[in-house]
């Protein structure tokens, strides 16, 4: 594996620690000093709401600098500058402060979530290296969501949320301090660049009329419009089962099960298309089967069943925005799709918690339900039959 790659994946792990470690944290700093969660909670809101309008915006910028690894080395030292601040002001400062900080680390997030990966595509070339290394990149996401979270209880348990919430501004700031020293050469333009606005217009027609990368963003928020309820439905689900503290293991054996999945196809990579629609219909299918497990113990087997499913999805996304997006375009792919991604998830935690009068399985069968329906949904829009192209259009080639 090149060292540039090896650097890339500390990187990604850094920052994603702290992406994964902050929600935790906050929600725990909150606590600590008011005695309630809910600061925790609007400060969590604030750091994922600007995913959504910043994500193409940060994308365009990625794709008009220069030097890509200052843009992004400036972006990861933001968001850690909004952690670090944010240790200070949680449960001491006027509320509207502390959100207004939250709001300017948050939109720094699209980067640190899925602007990252982009970078892959100009350290690796095209093949099964880079599949290999976009397993490997999906991978890190999923060790991130395991060892974020637990590692912030960990600190807070042996001193307090403080520390913690330090910890993960401190992780942030090294993912910034490294990306700096990723190999990359500095882009000389030979031709008259777009506006800004031409640029985010762009990234958005690409993505529209480039037919695989269409089917998979539409897919894949689709399928996080249910991902985004699974923890809620977990904890109801683990509850009614007469087990409600078993919901954080039916949580963990999900990630651990994606992390195993991720690593798999790293060793032996599947075409991404393939693989993305077997990914969905796995999930969905071994969802619906969880959904009627006669206990918690058959549930947390089939959680990481329906995780080794989970895993590969990411890998498969990831490497289909890698192959499709134009090169100068590819940041804005990676940040808008992550972005969409993002909202998707957190509108299926709203309407999870709306569905919480439910009988538990039958919230966890819609999300298996979901899950299907996103299969279903790429190989339509994927199919030749949909209006598209699955080249890159001229007009968006550097």
């Known amino acids: 594996m090149p060292a540039g790659v090896r650097l890339y994946l500390v990187t990604a792990l850094l920052a994603r620690l702290a992406e994964e ?21 609007f400060v969590l809101t604030a750091l994922m709401a600007p995913h959504v309008f910043a994500a193409p915006l940060a994308g365009a910028l990625a794709g008009r600098v ?14 850690a500058l909004a952690v670090e601040a944010l240790v200070l002001l949680v449960g001491r400062a006027p509320l509207p402060v502390t959100l207004a900080v939250a709001l300017a680390g948050g939109c720094c997030g699209p980067v640190v979530s899925g602007g990252l990966s982009g970078l892959l595509a100009v350290l690796v070339p095209a093949g099964a290296a880079r599949d290999r290394a976009y397993a490997l990149d999906a991978a890190v996401f999923n060790a991130a969501s395991v060892t974020g979270p637990l590692a912030v209880t960990v600190v807070t348990g042996l001193a307090s ?10 992780a942030a700031a090294c993912a910034a301090v490294l990306v700096a020293l990723l190999p990359h050469r500095r882009r000389q333009d030979t031709q008259e660049r777009p506006t800004l606005w031409g640029d985010l217009m762009a990234g958005l027609a690409v993505v529209w009329r480039i037919r695989e990368l269409r089917a998979i963003t539409a897919a894949t928020c689709l399928a996080f419009l249910g991902i985004g309820g699974l923890t809620a439905a977990t904890v109801l689900f683990a509850d009614a089962h007469g087990s409600p503290g078993a919901g954080g293991a039916l949580v963990t054996a999900f990630a651990v099960g994606a992390l195993i999945g991720s690593l798999a196809v790293a060793r032996r990579p599947v075409p991404a298309p393939r693989l993305a629609g077997l990914a969905m219909l796995g999930l969905g299918l071994a969802l619906a089967v969880a959904a009627l497990a006669p206990s918690v113990t058959w549930a947390v087997l089939l959680f990481a069943l329906a995780g080794l499913f989970d ?8 490497r289909i925005r890698a192959d499709h997006a134009p090169p100068r375009l590819r940041p804005q792919v990676f940040t808008l799709g992550a972005g969409l991604k993002i909202t998707a998830a ?7 918690g709306l569905c919480a009068g439910l009988p538990a399985p039958l919230v966890l069968l819609g999300i298996a339900a979901v899950q299907v329906a996103a299969a ?3 190989a339509i829009v ?6 598209g192209t699955t080249a890159v259009p001229e007009a968006f080639t550097p």
């Not at 470690?21 to 925790?40: F, K, P």
């Not at 690894?69 to 990861?76: D, E, I, K, Q, W």
């Not at 957190?346 to 999870?352: D, K, L, M, P």
Request: aromatic share 6%; glycine share 12%.
């Open 21 to 41: 470690g902050v929600a935790v944290a906050a929600v725990l700093l909150a606590l600590d000093r008011s005695g309630s969660a809910a600061e925790g909670a």
């Open 161 to 170: 949320p403080a520390p913690a919430m330090a910890a993960v501004g401190t």
């Open 311 to 318: 895993g590969p999805l990411l890998s498969a996304t990831l």
């Open 346 to 352: 957190s509108c299926g935690s709203a309407v999870a």
């Open 376 to 378: 279903v949904l790429y």
């Open 382 to 387: 994927r199919s030749p039959r949909t209006r």
């Open 66 to 79: 220069r030097s890509p690894r200052v843009f992004y080395a400036g972006a990861l030292a933001g968001f």
